[in-house]
C-alpha cells in the first residue's frame, strides 16, 4: 500500500509563495513502480474537489489552465518526495491541499488510488 503525507501548508498573505511537499512514505515509486502518475488536488470549503496537476514517471506535467502558470508540480526521486510551489497566492486558493497516485499512466480520467491527507493553506487579503 503506498503511503502519502502532504506538510507545508500555512497562512500567507496574498501575492505570497508557499511550497508543499507529498512525501511517499515506505515506498519508492521509482524502485518499485515503473509506471506512475502522481498529482495534486485542493477543495475549498463548500466547492468540488478540484485537480491542480499532474507528473508523469517519465517527468511530464499537466496543469488546470485556470491556474496561468502559479503553481509548479516536481518530484525528487532522491527524496521520495513531491512538491507543489505555489507562487502570487490569492485569498481564492484558500482551501485543502491533497496529493495523489496511482502506479499506471496519468490521463484525464485518472482515478487515484491513494491519497494523502492533506494540508491547508490559507491566503489572506
Known amino acids: 500500500q503506498v503511503q502519502l503525507v502532504e506538510s507545508g501548508g500555512g497562512s500567507v498573505q496574498a501575492g505570497g509563495s508557499l511550497r508543499l511537499s507529498c512525501e511517499a512514505s515506505?515506498?519508492?515509486?521509482?524502485?518499485?513502480?515503473?509506471?506512475?502518475?502522481l498529482a495534486w488536488f485542493r477543495q475549498a470549503p463548500g466547492k468540488e474537489r478540484e485537480r491542480i496537476g499532474t507528473?508523469?514517471?517519465?517527468?511530464?506535467?499537466t496543469y488546470t489552465p485556470s491556474l496561468e502558470g502559479r503553481f509548479t508540480i516536481s518530484q525528487d526521486n532522491a527524496n521520495n518526495t513531491l512538491y507543489l510551489q505555489m507562487t502570487d497566492l490569492k485569498p481564492e486558493d484558500t482551501a485543502m491541499y491533497y496529493c495523489?497516485?496511482?502506479?499506471?499512466?496519468?490521463?484525464?480520467?485518472?482515478?487515484?488510488?491513494?491519497w494523502g491527507q492533506g494540508t491547508q493553506v490559507t491566503v489572506s487579503s
Open positions: 507528473i508523469a514517471s517519465g517527468g511530464r506535467t
Open positions: 515506505g515506498y519508492t515509486f521509482k524502485a518499485i513502480y515503473g509506471t506512475y502518475c
Open positions: 495523489a497516485a496511482d502506479t499506471w499512466h496519468c490521463s484525464d480520467s485518472t482515478d487515484f488510488p491513494y
